[in-house]
């Protein structure tokens, strides 16, 4: 009898089910994690404020290559975090939860102050000799990159829009933070290309300021309260 035969008949294998998980962004992850990165990089801060600032006293050219250096820098927090809360996944699902919960309180944190903030953010030329397109660009890298507010962000913000059941938490981050680097160098641009009319606009109308200031202190604070509540 041929081994496969069983009463006559040939046994056939069940199908495996696919133990491939999905690694790719979902449709609702990548748009809802690209509406708040831009909400949160659009409000007032001390990064796009330095790249009004370079636009207005230096020429366009000058701010855009410092905005797109801030942007990068972004890139080294990126891989913090991946390395970072992957190896807390990895670890224990239970300090997974301790670390959401933990950017999730810093969220609220910030978006309170936010909130409470008086506006009134002013854009103020920078001083100093003429320095080259490259030289700008790397203090912009440089300025992001040595911030310790800027880690804390991304070690609370990321892992908000992580699907471990996904799997491949390592490529989710990597996906999110190249996102939100690829999103500030275009803000980032654009704020130095047009610095001298936002400049203007945001010295001549603080309330604007000081409404972008609560729209992040909205953002800020949802997004918060979510981490903290979800499970």
Known sequence: MHPGARNGALDVPAPQQSSHVTHMLTVDQFFGFLLAALLITASPGPDNLLVLGMGMSKGRKRGIAFGLGCAMGCLSHTVLAVIGVSAVIAASPIAFTALKVAGGLY????????LRSRGGAH??????????????????????AINPKVVLFFLSFLPQFVIPRH???SWQLAALGVTFTLQAALLFGLLGYFSGSIGQWL?????????LDRLAGVV??????RLVFSR
């Open 107 to 114: 969220l609220v944190w910030m978006g309170i102050g936010a």
């Open 123 to 144: 854009v103020a030329a920078v001083k100093g000799g003429e320095e080259t397109l490259l030289r700008l660009f790397m203090k912009g890298v440089l300025a992001n």
């Open 167 to 169: 799997g491949h938490v």
């Open 203 to 211: 010295n001549a109308k603080p309330r604007a300021g000081m409404m």
């Open 220 to 225: 800020f604070v949802g997004l918060g309260l």
